[in-house]
């Protein structure tokens, strides 16, 4: 399977704890982005990465949260001091070089914070 | 009021129909217009996307935009029951540096046999 795939699809956490999300882009893709989607809405954006360069942050993507992608390769979300608000499906979508609307999605990470 | 504006549904039809879907926007920046299609707890699929105006025709399917009127349509013909998921419109600007997609909420769709 040469898609965008996430780890892991499912995380249940207590409220105040950390989490990370896995997210590895199809291969020849440069950019990669992170969305969080909630029951009954599309999509939101929180943040994209041009190979390791992270470019642009949504306002959404509060200082609980950080991104990394070290080697313009696979990238991680974290969340610190999980909230019930977080609870959400975290998707990844990765892109081929100058054809930024070709976004290719993984199947998510939902997770629930208890 | 949100950027994109979408009927949540749900949208039921009887196989063999046509399905119509359709997105309006304030943004006039956006450029591309895309429609993704979702099952119950998977990740969107990119169905097809539209520059600018226009018609765009990709089998079953026919997406039509009108940037004048600001509004976006999903045309399904000879629905399927396999159809039945959530379609969700998709739009963005043309940067230089990326371009993160605006999504509208989506609307639920069910094709009965």
């Known amino acids: 399977d040469t898609g965008v795939s996430q780890d892991p699809r499912h995380k249940i956490t207590k409220r105040g704890q950390n989490v990370t999300f896995r997210c590895d882009p199809i291969?020849?893709?440069?950019?990669l982005y992170w969305y969080r989607q909630t029951l009954g809405q599309g999509p939101e954006f929180l943040t994209y990465?041009?190979?390791?360069?992270?470019?642009?942050k949504s306002r959404l993507l509060s200082d609980r949260f950080s991104a990394e992608r070290p080697k313009g390769s696979f990238s991680t979300l974290e969340i610190q001091r999980t909230e019930q608000g977080d609870s959400a499906m975290y998707l990844c979508?990765?892109?081929?070089?100058?054809?930024?609307?070709?976004?290719?999605f993984g199947p998510g990470t939902r997770l629930t914070v208890t | 009021q949100k950027e994109v504006e979408q009927d949540p549904g749900p949208l039921s039809v009887p196989e063999g129909a046509i399905v119509s879907l359709n997105c309006t926007y304030s943004n006039s920046a956006f450029q591309y217009f895309m429609w993704y299609r979702q099952y119950s707890r998977k990740g969107p699929e990119l169905l097809m996307y539209?520059?600018?105006?226009g018609n765009k025709e990709d089998g079953r399917f026919t997406a039509q935009v009108d940037k004048s009127s600001k509004y976006i349509s999903l045309f399904i013909r000879d629905s399927q029951p396999s159809d039945s998921a959530t379609y969700l419109c998709a739009m963005s600007e043309v940067k230089a540096a990326g371009n993160k997609l605006t999504f509208g909420g989506g609307t639920r769709v069910l094709v009965k046999p």
């Open positions: 291969s020849e893709h440069n950019r």
């Open positions: 979508a990765s892109s081929p070089r100058d054809k930024d609307y070709e976004q290719y």
């Open positions: 990465f041009q190979n390791e360069a992270q470019l642009e």
């Open positions: 539209t520059y600018s105006s």
